[in-house]
T-cell receptor, first 120, second 112 residues
């Protein structure tokens, strides 16, 4: 398996522009997570999906951020308009939901290589 | 609030020695714990996990110990190698939630 795939790997944009980050989870995984990593705040969960449905978006910083998962093999994280403080590395992760246990249980999360976003 | 903290931000060891990375967690309801390794420019890589009904789990050269009494987690790396140099994160999953809460990370530097 190719693992979690993210694109682009690097993105440099100017303040006010729209940014779209993409993620392809591991085939068969039914949970998908978006994280942001900065030196100041570490690794933060932004939002996660189960079976393409957003479950918890309480980590999304503000309305400028939105995420979608139109199908089981693709998700996007969009920032519009972007601001310099959005500069960070954004990671996507995916996992199986555990069978035979309560639906809220999940297994190990596997991370993609990340997208380094720089907003000038 | 809920948090996972690390005692040591940087750990330097000699190649061949054993390394111990420590982590304190605050949520007594957490039922699942994971250690990740992150190399420069890469995403966190799964190392080993442990569930709250266990106190020890071993992998290849790594052992995770869980002490629920004092809410402490540790990662032991045997015969540390230069390739082990990275930042190591512990993460906890509060029971009933799918979220992972990550610690700040510990940088492991392995010297020849």
């Amino acid at each position: 398996d190719a693992g979690v795939i993210q694109s682009p790997r690097h993105e440099v944009t100017e303040m006010g522009q729209e940014v779209t980050l993409r993620c392809k989870p591991i085939s068969g995984h039914d949970y998908l997570f978006w994280y942001r990593q900065t030196m100041m705040r570490g690794l933060e969960l932004l939002i996660y999906f189960n079976n393409n449905v957003p479950i918890d978006d309480s980590g999304m910083p503000e309305d400028r951020f939105s995420a979608k998962m139109p199908n089981a093999s693709f998700s996007t994280l969009k920032i519009q308009p972007s601001e310099p403080r959005d500069s960070a590395v954004y990671f996507c992760a995916s996992s199986f939901g555990r069978r035979g246990v309560p639906v809220h249980e999940t297994d190990t999360q596997y991370f993609g290589p990340g997208t380094r976003l720089t907003v000038l | 609030g809920e948090s996972v903290g690390l005692h040591l931000p940087t750990l330097s060891v000699q190649e061949g020695d054993n390394s111990i990375i420590n982590c304190a967690y605050s949520n007594s309801a957490s039922d699942y714990f994971i250690w990740y390794k992150q190399e420069s420019g890469k995403g966190p890589q799964f190392i080993i996990d442990i569930r709250s009904n266990m106190d020890k789990r071993q992998g290849q050269r790594v052992t995770v110990l869980l002490n629920k009494t004092v809410k402490h987690l540790s990662l032991q790396i045997a015969a540390t190698q230069p390739g082990d140099s990275a930042v190591y994160f512990c993460a906890e999953r509060p029971g009933g939630y799918n979220k992972l809460i990550f610690g700040a990370g510990t940088r492991l530097a392995v010297h020849p």
